[in-house]
């Protein structure tokens, strides 16, 4: 009886490592652009014409990618792990963090990676599709703009946690030292803080995002821009308003911000240095733009970037770069996922 539990046990722990040692480990540092040219040709091209495609039905689709980098690469590294659903044995994954509210483009991605996986089977992951995806919304959205190589090579995850994602992105309402602190422990600097904080120049955010600034005093807020949000919110429960308030409807700033009608537009999501002047200009929706304002570096950095849209056209790609260069936690484990929403196999 001992000697046959012992047997079995021995057995499992077999099974267990010969489990593991088929899934590779994923490595820093061996990231390369033009990764899959030789694996799986002309897979960029094919994640292009779909992000064409689907940023002429909606431009918004490419605000959400640029923030689901953001998001994915936070929290674990790029590892697709904001992409994992719910499951049985995972029942809390990162989507269901409340600071993840409106992540979108999730059936793109999944589009993206079927028609992939019919060219060629087993090879791309779905975090280097992500972070492709992501790279050229922001050059449609920038008109050309912001462009960069993607260094790629990733492996997706199997760890998704909400819990993980609440800690470890930031927060709207945050001030500006937990913001700097919070990039800071991804190593990233006050400067860096406010070059892709300019992505707020695209996209929505619901209004229980910036609750607090519907309250905020006239030093923080411009009033007029205070009230058109005040209009727009009890309309729906908690309805979505664009970032930029060159994307508003045009009747609706017209009646609360009359001087500002000659600036909306007809396409909207463009992806330039806008946010520094709205923020400077205090009418940014959420408290974490505003607050960027109040630290002196920061403050610098964001008048520097209002000036020169070239700059931050560049810098803006770089930090793009950076954030999609972070690493899984050291030791953590990887696949080739067939489909972006769940992991290929069970993990016991
Ligand atoms: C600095 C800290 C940041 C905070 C506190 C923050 C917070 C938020 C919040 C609350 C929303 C709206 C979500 C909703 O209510 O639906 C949002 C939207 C967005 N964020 Fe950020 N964000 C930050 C940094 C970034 C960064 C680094 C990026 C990308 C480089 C980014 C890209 C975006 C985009 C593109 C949207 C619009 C998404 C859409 O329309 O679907 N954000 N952000
Ligand atoms: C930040 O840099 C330190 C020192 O180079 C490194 O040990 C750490 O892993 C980095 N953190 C992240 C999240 O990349
Ligand atoms: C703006 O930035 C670009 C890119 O770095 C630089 O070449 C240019 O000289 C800057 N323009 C001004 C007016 O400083």
């Given amino acids: 009886m001992k000697l046959s539990a012992a047997v079995l046990l021995a057995l499992v722990a077999v099974q267990a490592a010969v489990l593991l040692a088929a899934v590779p480990s994923a490595q820093a540092g061996e990231l390369q652009v033009g990764y899959y040219n030789k694996k799986c040709k002309g897979l960029e091209n094919v994640v292009?014409?779909?992000?064409?495609?689907?940023?002429?039905?909606?431009?918004?689709?490419?605000?959400?990618?640029?923030?689901?980098?953001?998001?994915?690469?936070?929290v674990r590294g790029c590892d697709g792990s904001v992409l994992l659903d719910?499951?049985?044995?995972?029942?809390?994954?990162?989507?269901?963090?409340?600071?993840?509210?409106?992540?979108?483009?999730?059936?793109?991605?999944?589009?993206?990676?079927?028609?992939?996986?019919?060219?060629?089977?087993?090879?791309?992951?779905?975090?280097?599709?992500?972070?492709?995806?992501?790279?050229d919304a922001a050059s449609i959205l920038s008109n050309g703009h912001v462009h960069f190589d993607v260094p790629a090579g990733r492996l997706d995850g199997f760890v998704s946690k909400a819990e993980e994602a609440q800690a470890e992105l930031p927060d709207s309402a945050h001030d500006a030292q937990k913001l700097i602190d919070n990039f800071a422990r991804k190593n990233f600097t006050v400067e860096e803080l406010v070059i892709l904080s300019g992505a707020h120049s695209i996209g929505q955010g619901h209004c229980?995002?910036?609750?607090?600034?519907?309250?905020?005093?006239?030093?923080?807020?411009?009033?007029?821009?205070?009230?058109?949000?005040?209009?727009?919110?009890?309309?729906?429960?908690?309805?979505?308003?664009?970032?930029?308030?060159?994307?508003?409807?045009?009747?609706?700033?017209?009646?609360?911000?009359?001087?500002?009608?000659?600036?909306?537009?007809?396409?909207?999501?463009?992806?330039?240095?806008?946010?520094?002047?709205?923020?400077?200009?205090?009418?940014?929706?959420?408290?974490?733009?505003?607050?960027?304002?109040?630290?002196?570096?920061?403050?610098?950095?964001?008048?520097?970037?209002a000036e020169n849209g070239t700059l931050w056209d560049e810098d803006f790609a770089e930090s793009l770069v950076k954030l999609s260069e972070l690493p899984m936690p050291a030791g953590s484990k990887g696949e080739i996922r067939k489909k972006c929403s769940v992991i290929n196999h069970r993990l016991y």
């Fill in 86 to 135: 719910a499951s049985y044995d995972n029942p809390h994954p990162e989507k269901e963090a409340p600071v993840n509210i409106g992540l979108a483009a999730f059936d793109l991605l999944e589009e993206i990676k079927a028609a992939v996986e019919k060219r060629c089977p087993g090879v791309v992951s779905c975090s280097d599709l992500l972070i492709y995806a992501a790279r």
């Fill in 208 to 305: 229980s995002s910036f609750t607090g600034r519907l309250s905020e005093p006239a030093n923080q807020i411009t009033p007029a821009y205070r009230n058109l949000l005040n209009y727009k919110c009890p309309q729906g429960s908690n309805p979505t308003v664009d970032n930029n308030v060159r994307d508003e409807d045009y009747d609706v700033v017209a009646r609360f911000m009359p001087g500002f009608v000659s600036r909306v537009r007809k396409i909207p999501d463009f992806l330039d240095n806008s946010y520094y002047h709205n923020n400077l200009a205090k009418i940014v929706t959420f408290h974490s733009d505003w607050t960027l304002l109040t630290h002196k570096e920061a403050f610098g950095h964001v008048k520097e970037y």
């Fill in 48 to 74: 292009k014409w779909n992000v064409i495609k689907a940023l002429k039905a909606n431009r918004r689709t490419g605000a959400a990618l640029i923030r689901l980098l953001f998001h994915d690469c936070f």
